[in-house]
């Protein structure tokens, strides 16, 4: 009997004791996500996602020129990809903390727009 209550008392010690555990540091910092679209003879979007650590990750989102209409469906796209990708950091803990207007900008024969969400953990 003293075995049972001496091993019952050992194995709530670990267990007490596991929970104080130093866990790893999660990133915190800043981080970005940029929306990027590039109109002219090659059409392209992208997510560009910018870690604490400097680190850059590229998401391509599919492009194609067309009609008026395509064009504005693409974008409506490159705009959920984008929500869907800040949304994901939401859940992870971060916050949005502020985001640039679209911004547009010549270049040639080349126009570029970009949106920049700023966020923060």
Known sequence: MKNVFLSGALALAVVGSWAFYPKAAEPTGSMMVISNVSLGFDAQAAIITIDPDGKQQEKAVD????????????????????????????????????????????QGNTIFAQNVYLLEK
């Open 63 to 106: 492009f194609s020129r067309g009609s008026a209409k395509k064009l504005a469906a693409n974008l409506t796209e490159v705009h959920k990809a984008t929500l869907a990708t800040v949304n994901e950091y939401t859940k992870a803990g971060w916050h949005v903390v502020s985001v640039t207007p679209s911004g547009f900008a010549n």
